[in-house]
């Protein structure tokens, strides 16, 4: 299902709890919310969380908003909050050569599936951010800025982006030389400059086709080359997410 149950409607100022209220005002109960950090990146693991709120005062979490519109201290706070409040919550980790052998988006669809049969409260209704995902189990609705406008999005991004940026800090102790602490594993300057002088570090993702220039499988920009670009080539141009 791609809309809210008939009769349910969400105002533009109900504020980030508007979707949960809608559905529960139905009688549709748990609701959880979906979404994915790193499909971007071109190193490091993909990661999805879902997150299920609790109703009233107790699923209201401080600070609780879009994980890419908080500082890192925020969402650790806010990360702290959900784990503490929610009625269940799950993060699911796709590492960088799953993601290789999938593709980025097979990847993201089946990371965002197994969150949520791994809540353990088997939700009513999914939320996700962006874009339909099929094979829930579950009516659902894609929310376009999901995670700016629906509280359980907001807060499985959250649980998402906090579990990444940690993996990639102890990443950044094993290979250094990247700053994968600082960026992420996502495309800067920095990055493109490291992945130039080093070559690809074992957690880079060889789909990307930043990363399969560094290893010299790819020619350069402005080289011509009458071979086409592999599969997925275009996802090294992904904006961060």
């Known amino acids: 299902m791609s809309v ?8 533009r100022d109900a504020g980030i709890y508007g979707y949960e209220r809608a559905l529960r005002r139905h009688g549709i109960d748990p609701v959880a919310g979906v979404d994915e950090a790193g499909r971007g990146a071109c190193a490091g693991p993909l990661v999805a969380g879902a997150c299920i709120l609790p109703s009233g005062r107790a699923g ?18 806010c990360y702290e909050q959900v784990v503490r409040r929610a009625v269940a919550w ?5 590492p960088h050569d799953e993601c290789d052998r999938l593709g980025m988006h097979v990847a993201n669809i089946e990371a965002l599936r197994r969150a949520v049969a791994l809540l353990d409260v088997p939700p009513a209704y999914v939320l996700t951010d962006g874009f339909p995902v099929d094979g829930l189990g579950v009516p659902g609705l894609a929310v376009w800025k999901g995670d700016r406008v629906a509280a359980c999005i907001a807060a499985a991004s959250v649980l998402a982006k906090v579990t990444r940026d940690r993996i990639m800090r102890e990443m950044d102790a094993d290979w250094p030389a990247y700053d994968f602490k600082t960026h992420k594993g996502y495309i800067t300057e920095t990055h493109t400059a490291a992945l130039l002088e080093h070559g690809p570090s074992p957690v880079h993702r060889m789909r990307f086709v930043n990363v399969r220039r560094a290893a010299g499988l790819e020619p350069s920009p402005g080289v011509h080359n009458e071979v ?11 904006e961060m997410s």
């Not at 209201?60 to 706070?77: C, H, Y």
């Not at 799950?90 to 796709?94: D, E, F, M, Q, Y």
């Not at 086409?228 to 992904?238: I, Q, S, T, V, W």
Request: proline share 10%.
């Open 4 to 11: 809210l149950p008939r009769g349910s409607t969400v105002r």
């Open 60 to 77: 209201i979490v401080p600070g609780l908003a879009d994980s890419k519109l908080l500082t890192e201290r925020a969402r650790e706070r």
């Open 90 to 94: 799950s993060v699911v980790v796709v």
């Open 228 to 238: 086409a670009a592999p599969p997925g080539a275009a996802e090294a141009l992904e």
